[in-house]
Structure formats: structure tokens, C-alpha cells
């Protein structure tokens, strides 16, 4: 369990790394939500809002899960604005982006990835033991999709895309086991970040799959 | 970032104005929900867990992001007994209310408004940021119709609906600037609750759209 | 509303009871959400992360409309490990499991009981008014099974099949009016547990109906 004196000093002061991790995926996932409701053939509003939850969605869950209220995202302008800005960028670029579906899947994967080291960077800092860490890093890289997923009324990808959660929970168990054996920051978000955009990568260049059963 | 004193002002006294509106917006999107379900042929309680999630939905969810715990609609039986009273209402009246579109066109703009100007009002009350505040107004707003529509299998229909999340984000916006320029309670819940009722039924009266990009 | 002392002692000493019973509904649950993602043909990882969306769903949002954060879910690693147990279990034998939907709906009406009453048991304890009770017990019985539905694309069962949330409501109710007697624990969950295990059985076995409008 979070003590107080844990839970003041990460209010106090959230490692800068984390902060940057975060942002940077917030923009992407913002972007990336955009695109998917561009070619949904939503309106300019509906792309906003899609990439609005997108990009903020996957933070959220994990900072009230935390108990972290009101969560990063409400607290300041910072993420609001990376977040409209990323899905502003869909109405360009966003049939250029939808052209070419490799460029996607390669941010896709290093957003998914900064999100699973911000979120485990957060819970370490927070003090959880290394079920929540793997459990809210996990969370906060597939949140996002899974909530674009369900208001564009698909079912969601990182249910049936091979190796999409995996690469989030071995990503986030790794980071995990470097910051176990008392290695410091940033190193531990740096073997969480590479662990997982590496196997999203090649199981997205292999095609990998997991077993299917009944 | 919320400071104690300004929370502990807010617990102590929320405005009587806010309370009003958000309690009759509670009512009206619990008779809304269940219309709703009774159309999608639900049974009797199907009806009523719609017509309350539909009801409280929005106003939980803007809680929870303020740190506001428990969400008030879950500290006195007030708005549960309101969102299942106005739920209950629907099992006579639904099919009557059917067959009226424009009669549920109108009230649903009311409704929206009405929690557009509760969310955004509790926001300032509780000293957030203009981007916050706009944020949690529009959500305070959509969040009940999007739930309802993900309950019943819809694809939500606040981000199909020409200007409908868009009148919520402009009449935030109005409240946030008049009451950036000191003007008191209730009159900027007055002016985003106008705004966004007048917008919304414009857009219904000569169905309004924004562009569609890709 | 709950007091600080009353938050603290709950803090300090949930029943046994209550754990126990939300630990097995947990784990019952992330059996049967897995078996279901087994059905739909989801790969290993998506029969986890349904199994344990399903599992933890009810008892997280209850605790944050409580206002207890972080979630019991996540202060210890106990309900996360059970329920991934639970849901790798339905690897083995979740075709068996999907052969006898009989067994399957019992068990379903069992952790649906041990759900309500844990649920109803925790508002209890932190002295929540009737109403929140009920609301409560319902929403931690209810919220896997919805949450499950979602993540797979159906519409969710809970408001198309006979007297599920009923059930669920009835139980809750129930232990609310024994408690509110002054009937000690662990009797109040008793009477929730087998009032709601028992309507839903029957319901099952004589395919209850509630009436439908429109």
C-alpha cells in the first residue's frame, strides 16, 4: 500500500523523465485516434473528441487507479493542449498518414511503448509492489485503444492484434526487474520502453501470434 | 492545481445554482436514457439501469477527475432517486415521447446545457484552469449520452451528431470567459447554458454540420 | 455522507467477510470472462486481459465511487494473481465449461451473489445510506459482466437477460433492511448472498421475464 510520505513526494515532484515519456505519448496517441476517426468519417469534432480520449484515456485510468486525483492529464493545460494539438494534425495529415499503414504501426508501437515505461516509471514512484507496476504500465499503453475502439464501435485491437498486450506486459515486467535490482531512473523506463517497442515491432514485421484455444 | 482551501470551500458549499441544474439535468437525461431502452425493447430494469447510468454517468465521471470522491450523485440518495424516478417515467410516457422526436430534440438540448453549465460551473468553483474547465463541462455534458449509446450497442452519437459535442464546447467556453472577467454566480451558468441551448437547438432546427475530412 | 473516522476504520479492518467474498466472486469471475473470451476466439493474452477486466471491474469502480483509492485491486498483488488464475484456468477447461452452460450459469449466479454482497457489505461498512447500498452491491455484482460484453462487442447481457440486475437489486436491498435492524455481520451478507444466488437460480431454471414497453 501507497504510504502518505510516498504519495507527497510523488505529487511534489514526478520524475521529469516520466513527464517527458508521458507528453510525447500523449501527442502521438492523439494524432493516432484522429486518424482512426478520419477514417471512421467522422467530423472535425468527432475527431477531436476521439482524439482527445485516446491520447488522455490510458493516463487517466491509471492515475485514479493510483489514487492520484485529479489525474496529471486535469491538473494542467500541458496534456489538454498536446492532446488537441496531436489530433489537429490528423485533418491534414491524416489520409497521408492512413496511406501508409507501416509509418502507423511503428508510431503506434513507440507510443504504446513510452506510455507502458511512463506508466510503470509512475507506479515504482508511487511505491506499488510489481503486480500493480506490470498491471498499470500494461494499462496505460492499451488504454487509450481500447477506448478509441469501443466510440468507434470496434471490437478492441489489443484483444485480437497478436503480441499488442504482450509486448506491454513483458515491456513493463522488464522494467520492473532492472528497477528491482536497485538500478535508477531513467534506466529501468529506458529497458521498459526498448523491451516492448522491439517485440511490438517484430511481431508487426513477423506477423507473431499467440496460441488460440476451444 | 486544486489548492485544500479552495476543495474544502467547495465540499463545504457547493453553489445552489449548481445543485439546481445539476440535479433537474439528472432527471431529464434518466427520462432520456429510458426512452432509449424502451425503444431497443429492454425490459423493466433494463429500462431503469439505462435511464440511471445515462443520468449519472457524465456527473460522476466529472467528479472523479476533480478528486471529488465519493461523486455526489453517491452521497445522498438525492440523484439516484431523481435519475430512477425520471427513468420510471418513461415505462408511460416513453413511447409517447417516441413518436415526438422534436419534443426529445428539445429537451435533450436542454439537459446537455444545463449539465454543460453544472460541469463547468463545479470546475470553477473548485479554481481549475480554462482548459479544465471547458473539458469537464463538455464531459459532464456528452458523458451520459455516450454511455447510454455504448450500453445499447450504438455507436455513440455525440460524435455523429452535427454540432452536438461542438455546442457544448462553445458554451463552456462563454461560461469560462465570462466568469474570467469577474462576473459572480449565477450569471456565467446563465450565459453557458444559453449559448449552448441556443446553439444545439439551431443546429437541430437547420441540421447543422462540420466538415468531414479523408 | 462518510465520515473521516468511518473512512479510517475502514480503512484499518474490512471484514474478513467481506474478503473473502470478493476474493472468490474475483476469482470466479476471471474464469468466466475468460471462458467467454476463449468462445469468441481470443488469443491467450486477450483471455487474460478479458479474465481480469471482468474480475476486478466491479470491485474497482465501487471503490472509487467510494472514494477509497487507490482500489483494493491494486493496494495488494491478492486479487490481481487470483484473478489471472481464475482466467488461465478457462484454458484447460473452458471448452468443457462452454459444453455445460447449466454449470456456467451457476456458477455465474454464485459470484453474482458473493459480488452483491461484498459490494453492499464495503458501502455498509462505510456507512453509505440505503440507497448507495443497493446502487453499490448491484454495481460490483454487475460491472464485470458488462465490462466483459463491451471488450467482446456484445451488447451487454445484463440488461437483455431476465432478472439478472434484479436479482442483484433484491439481494442488496435485502441485506441493506437486515442490517439496517441492527443484525450483526457476517448475517446481513447471508441474506444478500442467498436471496440474490436463489432469484437468479430460479430465474435460470423457470426463464423469468420482466415485462417489456413500447
Known sequence: ?????????????????????????????????????????????????VGFATALFGGVIRDVLLGDAPPAAFRSPLRIIVAVAGALLAVPFGSLAADAPGVIGVLDAIALALFVAAGAQKALEWGSNGFVVVAL????????????????????????????ATAAIIGAAAQWATAARGIRTPWPMAVGFAVCVTLRTLALAYDWRLPVFG
Open 1 to 49: 500500500m501507497t504510504t502518505g510520505t510516498a504519495r507527497a513526494v510523488a505529487r511534489r515532484a514526478p520524475s521529469p523523465y516520466f513527464t517527458a515519456a508521458d507528453v510525447a505519448a500523449t501527442g502521438l496517441f492523439g494524432f493516432e485516434g484522429a486518424v482512426a476517426a478520419v477514417a471512421a468519417g467522422l467530423d472535425l469534432l468527432g475527431i477531436v473528441v
Open 137 to 164: 504500465g500494461t494499462i496505460t499503453g492499451v488504454g487509450g485503444g481500447v477506448i478509441r475502439d469501443l466510440l468507434l464501435s470496434h471490437s478492441p485491437t489489443v484483444l485480437t492484434t497478436g503480441f499488442y
